[in-house]
Structures are given as C-alpha cells and as structure tokens.
C-alpha cells in the first residue's frame, strides 16, 4: 500500500512539473521553423533549405516527434549541394493534430497540397525513414513523373508487416500517448538521448515540442492504415526507380526478417543498392556522414 502511494504522488508531482514547463515553454513554440500552409482546413508545416539541382525530401518516421531537427544532423551535410525540403505531417512538429482519419492515400494527397501551394516543385528524391517508405513507394506508383529516385533511411517495405505484432505496437503506442499526458515522456526526451548535432536550444525546442505532440491520436491513427496500405501497395506493380536503402542492425526494430527483406526487395529493381549500418533504427543520426557521402554518390551517377 505504501509504494501505491509513493508510485501516485511521485506521478502527481510529475504531472504538475510537465504542465509548468510546457507553460515555461509556449514561447518556443511561437515561431515554426518551416512556412506553415493551409491544407483541408488546417496548417502543415513545411521546412526548406539549400539549393541545388535535385530536391531532397525528407518524410519522417511514425512517431518522429520534430521532424526538422530529426532529420537536421544529415541534411546539413547536405545543403551546400542540394535543396532541401523537410515535411512535417499532420500530427508532427509544428503542424496541427487534426484527429481525422490518416490513410495513407490522405497523407500523400496533403503531402503533395502542401509542397504545391508552398511552390516546391518536383522531381523529388524522397528520403523516407521507417514508415514512410510506405508513402513513398505508393508516390512513386501513382506519380513517377515526381520521383527521381528514393533514398531509404531504415525504411519499412511492404513485407516488413507480414508476421507484424499490431496489438503490442498499439498497445505500447497507447501506452506511450498516456505517459506524454502524464508528463513522463520528457525524460525520455533528455538531452542525451537527442541528435548529437543539435544544440542546446535546439534540444530545449524538440523537448518542448514532444511533450505536446508525441504519440498522439494521428499517430496511432495512422498505424491503423498500415494493413489498408500494404495492400494498396501489392496490388500495383513495383516502382523500378533508382533506389539506395541503408539499413540498421534490426535490433531497434520490428518487422519481419529486417535486413533480408531489403536485399529481396531489392532483387529485382534495375538500379537498387542496400547498404548495411553497424546502429540503431534512426541511422541518419548515428551515421550520417557515411550516408551523406553515400548520397553524393549515388545521386552524382
């Protein structure tokens, strides 16, 4: 009995500290880091920087809780020589939670709005981390004419969810939703468990975002669309597009036979690469300068 009340008011002093700094922290949130544009009724941040013949477009992972820091240890190794666009979906970083259905086909319709009234034109070279490669296969099945090639960041495929645990991975998204509420999500967000290459405002930044947006409900709804998509996905032919695919160990992640389902997908495909990373499932923050040097070349061919 005694350690339910210590567990109930150490949770009680945690909630009230959270909701103190999120107050403290309001401020920071005042000035998107991208342009924000109106798409169906809300606003969707989108982030550009460099320029350069080809257009980088980086598409975050489920859960990303800051995409443009996320992604800011790789692409500025990258911005002297390419233009670069970071979007960040409905639900992530500084665009709005409009807790509506998130099928994938939704998701690529705003994606595309977004860039076409904030006049970023195609071809693009998608950089999909996790669940995003699912997003981008389906753009370069629908619209080829927009897709130079994919570079995969530990990128989920089709077949990732064939033997998929979705009730654990809800349950813990679940889990995980309360815990922001609860304020116990901000010490998972500790400085060092940050990109290294962000400063220390930068980390206060993408603290104070996750504490108001991490695992929420367009996240978990779109987890829900993962099987609509697969389908979707199986039933079109697959894009033959130039393709580089780094990967993890798999230790971090999920899916099924990570590593070997790279090399099958790409068996097949006229120009496709896998490159294998000795870290974790965000490897744009572990190893992106390998990465960016791998990008210079594959796109310079």
């Not at 099958?264 to 490897?283: F, I, M, N, P, R």
Request: proline share 4%; charged share 25%.
């Amino acid at each position: 009995m005694t350690l339910v009340i210590v567990l109930a008011v150490s949770l009680f002093v945690i909630y009230v500290y959270n909701r103190i700094k999120m107050k403290q922290e309001e401020p920071l949130l005042e000035n998107p880091l991208g342009q924000m544009i109106e798409v169906d009724g809300h606003m969707m941040c989108v982030y550009e920087e460099g320029e350069g013949e080809h257009t980088l477009l980086f598409l975050s992972g489920s859960g990303t809780a800051a995409p443009i820091l996320d992604f800011k240890s790789l692409y500025t190794l990258l911005k002297d020589d390419y233009h670069i666009v970071v979007i960040e979906k409905f639900g992530y970083g500084f665009s709005d939670v409009v807790d509506d259905e998130r099928s994938f086909d939704t998701i690529l319709r705003q994606d595309r709005e977004a860039l076409e009234k904030a006049g970023i034109n195609g071809p693009f070279v998608l950089c999909p981390h996790s669940m995003s490669g699912l997003e981008s296969i389906m753009w370069a099945q629908d619209y080829p004419d927009e897709v130079e090639a994919i570079i995969g960041l530990d990128m989920v495929l089709p077949r990732t969810y064939d033997d998929f645990d979705f009730d654990g991975v809800f349950r813990y998204e679940k889990l995980a939703s309360l815990a922001r509420k609860m304020g116990v999500v901000r010490f998972y967000y500790s400085d060092r468990y940050l990109p290294s290459a962000l400063s220390k405002e930068e980390k206060k930044l993408y603290r104070a975002i996750a504490c108001q947006k991490a695992v929420n409900i367009d996240i978990i709804n779109e987890g829900l669309s993962i099987t609509e998509a697969v389908s979707r996905i199986d039933g079109k032919p697959k894009p033959d597009v130039p393709m580089i695919m780094f990967i993890s160990d798999g230790k971090e992640v999920k899916g099924t036979h990570w590593v070997e389902n790279h090399y099958d997908y790409a068996s097949d495909l006229t120009d496709a690469k896998v490159v294998e990373l000795d870290c974790g499932h965000y490897v744009h923050n572990f190893m992106q300068n390998r990465i960016a040097e791998e990008i210079r070349e594959f796109i310079g061919k």
